[in-house]
């Protein structure tokens, strides 16, 4: 991550915006939330955090994420930003039963992703970047899941017109998730898995990144 800048770059770089059309706001590290008027959308990016630890700036985050849901501001949640949001809008986090899920992974699209603005035309199953312990166990009441993989039953969703959780990385290129399986390859090893065979199974993602800059340009369409 030093490397490579952290969540915020390679988000802004994968949906294709300019330096200066993203604002970054660290709540972990003490920035006050912002107010949702000043801009056209907001992502959620990931963390080394949990949801279920309840951390102040998280919970403060979840009540901003929900007051901005239920106002209609365009929010895109990925990996802990999906969780929260979920979270945010009364769906249950927790430990995902089957453990870590890590590596390019194969997604299905449900059939309510055909006239989902984000996921329309994609094709059926397509490969996604996946690094989590936790998962959206229980979705919002009233969101529709568009996503799921052999690991996790909620890898994306819809609640209302304009909010979604995303459990990919649709920022990370290959480089990316090979990083975060050298960093994970105890943790791997201690669960009885190979990093040589996950990395093995690293591809290019290029659907997952087009629900990024769709993203991008729905909240500049509104």
Not at 73 to 97: K, R, S, W
Not at 109 to 131: C, E, I, M, S, V
Not at 204 to 213: C, D, G, K, M, N
Request: proline content about 5%; aromatic content about 6%.
């Amino acid at each position: 991550m030093r490397r490579h800048r952290g969540f915020p770059h390679w988000i802004r770089v994968a949906a294709g915006l300019a330096a200066d059309a993203a604002h970054v706001v660290d709540v972990e590290h003490g920035a006050a939330l912002p107010q949702g008027g000043r801009f056209a959308g907001a992502i959620v990016t990931g963390s080394a955090a949990m949801v279920t630890d309840r951390h102040d700036w998280s919970e403060r985050s979840a009540q901003w994420l929900r007051d901005a849901a239920h106002a209609g501001l365009p929010l895109l949640g990925i990996c802990y930003g999906h969780q929260l949001l979920a979270h945010a809008l009364g769906g249950e986090v927790g430990d995902n039963p089957g453990g870590r899920e890590m590596g390019t992974v194969e997604l299905q699209l449900q059939p309510q992703a055909a006239d989902d603005p984000l996921f329309a035309g994609l094709p059926q199953r397509f490969p996604a970047q996946a690094t989590h312990l936790q998962s959206v166990l229980r979705a919002p009441a009233g969101a529709t899941v568009l996503a799921s993989s052999a690991h996790d039953a909620c890898h994306a969703f819809r609640w209302g017109a304009s909010a979604w959780g995303v459990q990919f990385h649709p920022e990370f290129g290959t480089t990316h998730m090979h990083g975060y399986v050298r960093a994970r390859r105890d943790a791997l090893a201690r669960e009885g898995r190979s990093a040589r065979q996950v990395a093995a199974g690293i591809t290019a993602t290029p659907h997952a990144r087009r629900v990024l800059r769709r993203f991008v340009r729905h909240a500049r369409t509104l």
